[in-house]
């Protein structure tokens, strides 16, 4: 283990041994080779390795080096690159410490002299040709200047140390002799010596004011070259800039000169850049798209119809026929809808509604480390990680469920709509807009607690009612029902399952979700995307939707394919891009729709289709003639202030306000959750813990009732009864939900929690007893 002492090395001297480096909590220190050369530490783990292995290495110049205590000490770069090393003794750790800050000395001292030999004096770049020769001969000569001025300092040095080490002497013989006639020559020789040594220092002061001086003169021609170095380096930005704009825009307009994309199937917006809510003409996008390699090519193309199909007369009224022959005139579907259904609702009296709250409590900036809690939670389930309440937003899961109905108008449009293709589009764009309000949201929901529920009552302002209720805990799983007045339900039982991949956060929704019409008897249902959660450990977290959807309609056989394109930094499509063909039982295409899931979707009838050429993968691509886009969706605005509010929408702000009469256990009355929501982090943090033990103390006592009631009586109900029993595995699915029961859906072929009625009952007559106590 122990080397031989070498002596304390010159700054030139290459310094070598073994000592100690920290690797990690469960290895520790660990005996590693070190070499220090030319101001760069490198370690091995054997000297074998030398020639062929560096397990590491650190430039002193821009390192700190730290004592601990008598034999450790770190050595840092700022962040970057920490060793915590460890040296045999005391003494052998000093040695180590003076040859660092030797060497780091000396590293310094060579950066500064190369710095100093790039830089460039002159504040105007000269002229090519003698631009070089000047710049060089310039340097060379302020060089040679401030060497000179080091000699002066160097030699005044010198003379002061010498002059004052004789007037020392002289002054220690002035005291030694006695008083005499030597006196007055010993006086003289004090005296000159005094007057040598004021004038060596007199010049000690002028040759280093003099040095000042002229540092400080070139330091600033310096510091103005750099700056001139700088503002070319930023114009020569911006013109690339420019050129890549130019060049994609060229690339563009190439490609809509030969088959015109769907973006641009707008004959009559073609001057502002398209029909599609991100406009290629945009400069934001335009700051986006700086791509070289192509795409996935589209599964479709649109171009404008034939004129003959806007000449058609209108005299035929039905709904999808008007539309057709009145589309010049801007007929929107709702509009023709509203005036074939006999059935319209008539104005209601205006009743005085609930004013809900329109701001929470800004967030607060608290810091946390995010890798030392993730580091070992990869590949983990994320609802078995427990997680502090910096990861969340103060929302349950289940509130996040009834965001989806954020834009109900779009299900109250297709209920009046006389077309099932017509109403197919509503159901698209409303699955569609279900991820709008994901766009900023990188806050993780509150897991809810089994039997945890959510009403979102909006009878009088909105005409719906909604119920949300955990029904599963492991693997978590909500069931959710909604109707409405306007003549809708939606019911949905998701089930999420998501994995920690180190770099992003994959979320999996399982399940169904299904819509029924009643004076139709139309019968949708969909499955959701997967949803990712980017630069996890490092960067700013941004999200994305990507895959593939297919709305159903079971009593018609109608079907709407959306397809949610993921982000790609070569792609030359607008970002978070969605598409759709709504066709018949057949296979005929009859709609066409198109947009962003972050902010609009249009829709275009389909006139004719034909097969146009292939692709690049060989697939040949099917060419539609679509009367001009009909915007059918535009996302609400966030309220002002959203960036300090988690980016909570206008209906998401009101979700978690008190309300009087809900049920003991709804999200509302979850006390994690209110006090995050009140700033109060910490003990949202401790109450949080609280809950979950509270939750674990639950299922552990119905899990020994449940083996306690299939066992004999002779049988002693223990610790190990529980966990071998296979009732165990099995006792969520004895969990009996409150407002939910278990029925076979016909249409999925599934087990599913439908709504079995009583809570708003449960609700008018304020009677809870069968609620359990879980907060």
């Known amino acids: 283990m122990s080397e031989s002492k070498p002596p304390t090395p010159t700054p030139g001297d290459t310094y070598k041994g073994w000592l100690f480096k920290w690797t990690n909590y469960i290895k520790g220190y660990q005996r590693r080779w070190f070499v220090l050369s030319n101001g760069l530490l490198s370690y091995y783990r054997t000297q074998a390795e030398m020639g062929h292995t560096c397990r590491g290495t650190i430039n002193l110049a821009t390192a700190n080096i730290a004592v601990e ?83 002066d300092l160097t030699t005044c040095n010198d003379l002061i140390v010498k002059h004052g080490s004789a007037l020392q002497r002289s ?53 103005k070259a750099l700056q001139v170095e700088r503002d070319q380096r930023i114009r020569l930005e911006e013109t690339l800039e420019q050129l890549a704009k130019q060049h994609n825009h060229l690339e563009r307009a190439f490609r809509g000169a030969t088959v015109l994309p769907s973006s ?71 509009e023709l809808s509203l005036a074939s259904n006999p059935e319209s609702p ?47 937003e103060p929302l349950s899961m289940l509130q996040r469920l009834s965001e989806d109905l954020e834009y109900y108008e779009l299900l109250d449009k297709a209920a009046k709509c006389q077309s099932s293709l017509e109403q197919m589009c509503y159901v698209a764009a409303f699955t569609v807009s279900s991820y709008s309000t994901t766009v900023h949201r990188t806050g993780k929901p509150f897991n809810p607690l089994l039997g945890e529920t959510f009403e979102l009552d909006r009878l009088r302002e909105c005409g719906y009612r909604s119920l949300c209720e955990q029904v599963s805990h492991h693997p978590p799983a909500a069931a959710h029902h909604a109707f409405s007045e306007k ?62 959807i297919d709305v159903v309609n079971h009593r018609t056989g109608d079907r709407c394919h959306l397809k949610f394109a993921p982000y790609s930094y070569f792609s030359r499509d607008v970002p978070r891009k969605v598409t759709g063909v709504v066709t018949d039982k057949e296979g005929k295409a009859h709609y066409v729709l198109s947009g962003t899931w972050d902010e609009k979707m249009e829709f275009s009838r389909v006139m004719q289709s034909s097969k146009g050429e292939n692709g690049t993968e060989g697939k040949q691509r099917t060419v539609y003639q679509t009367l001009k886009a009909k915007e059918i969706w535009t996302k609400n605005p966030l309220p002002e202030g959203a960036d300090n509010m988690y980016f909570f929408s206008s209906l998401a702000l009101t979700l978690n ?44 006592e119905r899990e020994r009732e449940a083996v306690k009631a299939a066992s004999s009586p002779e049988e002693a109900v223990t ?51 069968i609620c359990p106590d879980i907060f």
């Open 719 to 769: 610790e190990d009864s529980i966990n071998d029993s296979p009732l165990k595995s099995a006792h969520q699915d004895n969990y009996q939900a409150l407002w939910f029961e278990k029925l076979d859906d016909p249409v999925s072929g599934e087990v599913l929690h439908v709504y079995k009625g009583g809570y708003w009952e449960a609700k008018d007559q304020g009677s809870w007893d």
């Open 264 to 334: 641009f199937s707008n004959p009559a917006l073609g001057s502002k850049g398209g029909a599609s809510g991100k406009g290629d003409a945009s400069d934001e996008d335009d700051d986006n798209e700086f791509f070289d390699a192509m795409e996935d090519p589209a599964e479709f193309i649109t171009v404008p119809a034939d004129p003959k199909y806007h000449k058609r007369s209108g005299s035929n009224v039905s709904g999808l026929s008007s539309e057709i022959g009145m589309d010049d005139q801007s007929v929107n579907f709702d």
């Open 69 to 151: 205590d008598s034999c450790n000490f770190v050595i840092s770069n700022g962040g970057a690159q920490t060793y915590h090393l460890k040296a045999n003794s005391e003494v052998e750790r000093q040695r180590w410490i003076t040859a660092l800050e030797l060497a780091k000395a000396k590293a310094v001292d060579m950066q500064a002299n190369s710095d100093d030999s790039g830089d460039e004096c002159p504040a105007v770049p000269p002229t090519s040709g003698q631009g070089g020769g000047c710049r060089n001969s310039e340097v060379q000569s302020t060089l040679r200047t401030l060497n000179s001025k080091v000699e």
């Open 487 to 548: 003549g809708w339900s939606l019911r949905q039982e998701i089930t999420l399952a998501s994995k920690f991949r180190g770099k992003y956060l994959s979320i999996m929704p399982l399940g169904s979700i299904q819509c029924l019409f009643d004076k139709s008897n139309n019968h949708y249902s969909w499955k959701k995307v997967t949803t990712t959660v980017h630069n996890i450990i490092v960067g700013k977290l941004w999200i994305d939707q990507s895959g593939e």
């Open 346 to 392: 008539q104005p209601l009296e205006l009743e005085p509604v609930r004013q809900r709250r329109t701001r929470i409590p800004d967030k607060p900036n608290y810091y946390l480390n995010l890798w030392s809690i993730m580091k070992n939670c990869i590949g983990k389930e994320l609802s078995k990680i427990p997680m502090p309440v910096n990861f969340n």
């Open 657 to 700: 306000e008190p309300e009087d009469g809900v049920a003991p256990t709804d999200s509302r009355r979850r006390p994690d959750q209110r006090l995050m929501e009140d700033g109060r982090w910490d003990e949202a943090n401790a109450e949080k813990q609280r809950l979950e033990e509270k939750q674990r103390t639950t299922r552990r």
């Open 171 to 223: 002054l220690s013989e002035l005291e030694a002799i006695r008083v005499g006639g030597d006196m007055g020559e010993k006086i003289r020789q004090v005296t000159e010596r005094a007057t040598l040594f004021r004038i060596t220092s007199n010049a000690m002061i002028n040759a280093c004011r003099d040095f000042l001086s002229l540092a400080q003169t070139h330091s600033k021609r310096w510091q």
